[in-house]
């Protein structure tokens, strides 16, 4: 039997019986397209996190004082105990390593922001210039703080553009004058409005260089150093740099953590991958739920069929082909429900992202090859029970008077 | 040619052992025109299934063309049953989804002939039976008479020197059946070897040679 012939003669049964059809379509349809809209669910959220960690900045190492080993779920947010201060000497020292293309030293604090009569709670943060480059921060307008020596500096700052909005209203805040507990900065650029990027929300801060906030909050210690690894390989080379030369400026003690953005990152990649394809797979049980019924209405029709298939072996049919044409049934019918699947879950996909623009929502490749073949994996697969009964049946019961 | 030599088939029908076939010998020689008639449950319908490589026999041996077939696996024997039998049954038994044009090209679909070929061969076979008009019309837009045509047709279609036919007239009124037999008669008078099993005695009486069963052994073989 040529393998033309085969296929017509599929489609003229899954033409033929409507109802059969539809309702296969319909079980393997759902099944398809659970598995697209939910990985698309998934990988959209990992994307997400992906991106909201690379708004960041890139090839990230950041330095805290002491060791983070003995408290505390997530680095990032620790303050433990610091047995040695990190100094701005021991920033300044990190210019020796060739893996390091730039770092921001960063003092934060709680600052009393006031502009005549108006005042304002807010996180000051002291830096310097690098920042905005390490942070990947963009100017609304006027210009961000001046390079220069870190331990000299002069009475400027940047703010957010909500503080900008809540202390000036409509009025032009660049070049104005504000105070910041008892001293004054001249406002020299405003951040544009990027929103929340993990930890802080730049719309809402004031940054002043690093000595007047060292003079403000009275302290000589950082409450870290921000790095920049020159690329993405190195940013092992970064991280055992800096960890060697505060080692020997600190008498031999490592008495700071260093976390790299990448590690972070590649957790959080992996943590939502792990859980994308978890869902994934529960989806994927309604895929075996619709190879059961594609089973069960394979076996209905070997019985509904059974003239037909006594017919087909008199006229000289082997069992073989037999199988063939009911194999060439189900792999029709698993085709026209994964395509079905693949279309509505994309249309799914595409009303979720008119629903939330912000999250990335898009099936990953694997999940748009991986439910397809499933599907007709499953197809076939429980179609050899009914298949192989379909072979054996014996032609002269099957042609038998009613 | 066919030939039959000490032919059993038992059944056990609820626990109890049924003689189908009793020490059937039998030859038919290529181009008769042969009847079986008995009663119900003499044995007829066994023996075509069995001539017609449907049913294994218990024991004894088939020769179909010289060639011994008792031992050949299912997969031959269809292949078998596909070069060399044609079956035309009592209930049509055409696929109802499939057109005229489309049930008689089915051997031709399974033995795996050039669509090309077959399509000529079609042709030829609805101009052969009457049925060029009907060629598109399914099995239920077609009279009693019109499907079991389509059905010769197709049994035809493989050119196979042995015509087995089970009742073919038995669902057919009398004059329909008449005009069925006379599409049989052709065949053989064109050199096929047609074998029909009736129970009409009318219908049986038009065969050249003529077989009588009872309790599933031949009790009369008739000539002329």
Known sequence: MRFADLLGFAWQVVLGYRSRTLLILLAMGIGVAAVVT??????????????????????????????????????????????????????????????????????????????????????????????????????????????????????????????????????????????????????????????????????????????????????????????????????????????????????????????????????????????????????????????????????????????EIGLLKALGATGRQIQMAFFTEAALLALGGAAAGVAAGEFGNSIISQVYPAIPFEAPWWALVAAPVTAILTGILFTVAPARRAAMLDPVQALARR | MIRLTGIERTFTVGGEQVHALRAVTLEIAQGESLSIMGPSGSGKSTLLNIIGLLDRPNAGTYELDRRDVTGLTDDELARVRREKIGFVFQFFHLVPRLTAAQNIELPMVLSGIDPAERARRVEQLLAEYGLTERSGHRPDQLSGGQCQRVAIARAMSMRPGVILADEPTGNLDRHTGQEVMGVLERLHQNGGTVVVVTHDPEIGARSHRRLRMIDGAVTSDEKG
């Open chain 1, 38 to 307: 939910v990985t698309s669910l998934g990988e959209g959220a990992r994307l997400y996190v992906v991106k909201q960690f690379g708004s960041l900045g890139t090839n990230l190492v950041i330095v805290l004082p002491g060791r983070s080993e003995t408290s505390g779920s997530m680095p990032g947010v620790l303050i433990g105990k610091t047995p040695r201060d990190l100094t701005i000497d021991d920033a300044l020292a990190l210019k020796r390593s060739h893996a390091i293309r730039r770092f921001a030293p960063l003092i934060v604090g709680a600052g009393d922001v006031r502009s005549g009569a108006r005042r304002r709670e807010t996180p000051v943060l002291g830096s310097t210039a690098e920042l905005m480059d390490i942070r990947g921060m963009e100017l609304a307008s006027g210009r961000f703080l001046p390079a220069g020596d870190p331990r000299h500096s002069q009475p400027v700052c940047v703010i957010g553009t909500k503080v900008a909005n809540e202390l000036f209203g409509t009025r032009q805040a660049l070049g104005d004058w504000i105070r910041i507990g008892d001293r004054r900065f001249r406002i020299i650029g405003i951040l544009a409005a990027q929103g929340e990027s993990l930890g802080f929300n730049t719309d809402e801060i004031v940054v002043v260089p690093l000595a007047a906030a060292q003079a403000l909050f009275n302290t000589e210690s950082l409450f870290r150093i921000l790095v920049e690894a020159k690329s993405r390989d190195q940013i092992l080379d970064a991280k055992a740099d800096v960890e060697e030369i505060i080692r020997l400026r600190h008498e031999g003690e490592k008495d700071i953590t260093v976390i790299t953005q990448d590690a972070v990152l590649a957790t959080f990649d992996r943590i939502l991958r792990a859980l994308t394809l978890t869902v994934g797979g529960i989806a994927a049980i309604s895929l075996a739920v619709a190879g059961i019924l594609i089973m069960n209405v394979m076996l209905i029709a070997v019985t509904q069929r059974k003239r």
